[in-house]
């Protein structure tokens, strides 16, 4: 049994797929690729910084370790940005994993909850859209220079 072939011919990117998602409403989707694209920045980002070979690792642990290693250095100015950036990324993140775990546990049928939350996954979709957009500048800057 041969391949399957994606319908349009190649499968969009992943920065094709969550703008896609954040723009037709599915919101959890978009929300966890744009977790997993910023991820991969502040990975790389990393371990151009510390010379490692970090391994990937959560949202969380990647945006403490980095806002350690910028404390410690003197930073250029795409650095200080992403340093200044780190705190509302995780209010962010905080923000999306708090909202998801309280849509999976409601218990009774409330539309008006479920509305509410769905508009506030909205919101955090369309930040991480941000997030990206302006992690991503910040961290290849950061690459190029060193």
């Not at 499968?11 to 998602?21: G, L, V």
């Not at 723009?23 to 920045?41: H, P, S």
């Not at 708090?98 to 996954?121: Q, R």
Request: proline letters at 3%; hydrophobic letters at 35%; aromatic letters at 8%.
């Amino acid at each position: 049994m041969g391949k399957k072939k994606h319908p349009h011919g190649r499968p969009d990117s992943p920065i094709t797929q969550a703008r896609k998602a954040t723009d037709t409403g599915f919101f959890l989707e978009a929300i966890t690729i744009w977790e997993v694209l910023i991820a991969q920045d502040l990975e790389q980002c990393l371990n151009t910084l510390q010379e490692s070979n970090v391994r990937y690792s959560g949202l969380g642990k990647l945006s403490i370790r980095l806002e350690e290693t910028l404390h410690s250095l003197k930073r250029s100015e795409q650095e200080n940005a992403l340093y200044e950036l780190l705190d509302p990324l995780h209010d962010w993140y905080g923000a999306c994993h708090n909202t998801l775990h309280s849509l999976a546990s409601f218990n009774d049928p409330n539309h008006e909850k479920w509305d509410e939350s769905y508009s506030y996954l909205k919101k955090l979709a369309k930040d991480g859209k941000k997030y990206f957009k302006h992690i991503h500048a910040l961290t290849q800057a950061i690459r190029l220079a060193r």
